[in-house]
């Protein structure tokens, strides 16, 4: 899933890990091998 806006939250099915989006540059985030999944909480 890449990256579009400020403020989304992104967490790490594997380990738990969430970020948030500061600065939105594009791009797909990964965690322990993976792609993160967006949360709710940030949609």
Do not use: D, H, P, S
């Amino acid at each position: 899933m890449v990256v579009e806006l400020e403020g989304e939250i992104y967490r790490c099915n594997f380990c738990g890990n969430e970020v948030e989006v500061i600065v939105a540059g594009g791009g797909t985030l990964t965690c322990c091998g993976q792609e993160m999944e967006k949360t709710e909480a940030g949609l």
